[in-house]
């Protein structure tokens, strides 16, 4: 879509939103009328929405929600906190989501012959359904599989000779352990990091002792699907016929070039129920652009790799201390409790990391320490192996006079 279109179906996009109150009051308050919007830089001047914000709103009863609507035909549901907010679609809906699904099992390598099987669960929750909406919808063979149960899972994939597997990527391995499950030849993964985890695809290959196609998908119970790889490997694809996605400093909210690292903001095209307009992921990422041989070119090529709102400046530098466990999660000789301590002495901010893990990792340290100067682009003045930490992953920022610990 070039920029042109893309603008007049935002503008349509904030029209229909605009008949919402939720939308109506931000759009309000900003002094934005929806006829405004004729170019990407007065599309950047609409209010952000903020999660707590939104599902405020969605918890109000239906009839008092204003991102319902009478046309609402599927209600899933989504934690936040101690609390499930419902994810209303609507036919519409779930049929453009059903269109770009099919685009992404074209693109992965899927074929309508394909015997699938979902591991994702089925009640309340998005994933399970969510896929095999999309797979009946493209014509495959799915099994409801659900998860748990591997043995009576891996009996039912063997048997039938399922070809495609959906699943989180430790289920997949736990299925996979003992046989390879030798049918499968493409697995969709989802619901852990896996992408931004260097070496986890590999580490997935060997237990299933093949080179499989493996496809990774990023989404939110409010948005999904959002973002999926394809066969050639590339990062994962934005669905840019289904959202506009921006990426933007989580300072200031202005937007950065491609290829600069910032939070994802997230805007549905059509959505009709419970849209998201501008919406901050608190999602830390990298988007570029360029051509992918399976026709996408908008692309995430390390996934999402941290939340914003844990953000610190440490030596100048913006810092995501989970970053840090994402380092960590490619060295097997360490567990994922670590220490992250920042301090200040004599005006200079001073790093250090605390690991729990074996002697092996203690051969490893110099290496961890370049990774970590790559990936966080900050040098770590200490970094330590421990047999044993008591508690982890933490955070303890030590330069505000006090101990600010946080968990990570
Ligand atoms: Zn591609």
């Known amino acids: 879509m070039n920029e042109e279109s893309l603008v007049s179906v935002l503008r ?3 029209e229909r939103l605009y008949r919402m109150d939720f939308y109506k009051n931000k759009l309000d308050q900003a002094r934005i009328r929806p006829s405004d919007i004729r170019s990407m830089e007065d ?25 319902y609507s009478e046309d609402v035909t599927r209600v899933n549901f989504s934690p936040s906190g101690s609390q499930l907010y419902p994810v209303y679609q609507t036919n519409a809906d779930i049929k453009r989501m059903n269109e770009v699904s099919a685009r992404s099992f074209e693109a992965a390598g899927v074929k309508k012959s394909d015997l699938c099987a979902v591991t994702f669960g089925y009640h309340l929750f998005i994933a399970g359904i969510f896929y095999q909406t999309q797979l009946e919808y493209y014509g495959a063979k799915v099994i409801p599989l659900g998860p748990g149960e591997s043995e009576r899972a891996r009996k039912i994939i063997n048997h039938y ?9 430790t289920f997949a391995m736990k299925l996979a352990a003992a046989d390879g499950i030798p049918s499968v030849r493409i697995l969709f993964v989802g619901g852990e990091p896996f992408t931004s985890v260097d070496g986890y695809a590999d580490r997935v290959r ?3 002792g093949r080179d499989l196609t493996i496809i990774d998908s990023y989404g939110m119970a409010a948005c999904s699907p959002l973002a999926r790889s394809c066969r050639y490997g590339t990062g994962l694809h934005v669905m840019d016929d289904f959202v506009f996605a921006e990426v933007i400093d989580p300072e200031t909210g202005e937007n950065v070039p491609y290829g600069e690292k910032g939070e994802l903001v997230i805007t549905h095209l059509y959505k ?3 849209p998201l307009l501008r919406y901050r992921t608190g999602d830390l990422t990298i988007m570029e652009r360029k051509e992918c041989k399976c ?6 090529p390390k996934g999402v790799f941290g939340r914003t709102d844990e953000m610190l400046k440490v030596k100048g530098v913006k810092f995501w201390p989970s970053q840090v466990g994402t380092i960590l999660s490619t060295f097997p000789e360490c567990s994922n409790r670590y220490r992250v301590v920042v301090s200040c002495r004599k005006g200079v901010d001073v790093l250090e990391l605390v690991v729990e893990g074996s002697n092996a990792m203690r051969d ?17 003045n200490t970094i ?13 920022d030590k330069r505000k006079g006090n101990q600010d610990i946080s968990f990570i």
């Open 12 to 14: 349509e996009q904030v």
């Open 364 to 380: 490893r340290i110099d290496e961890l320490s370049v990774r970590l100067k790559q990936e966080t682009l900050i040098a770590f």
């Open 272 to 274: 009709e129920a419970a």
């Open 295 to 300: 026709g996408r070119d908008i692309t995430l």
């Open 206 to 208: 060997a237990t299933f």
């Open 384 to 396: 330590t192996v421990v047999p044993n930490l008591e508690q982890g992953p933490i955070m303890v």
């Open 43 to 67: 599309f950047r001047k609409v209010p952000f929405t903020h999660s707590p914000e939104f599902i405020e709103e969605l918890l109000k009863e239906p009839s008092n929600c204003s991102l």
């Open 161 to 169: 000779r399922v070809s495609v597997l959906i699943s989180n990527p």
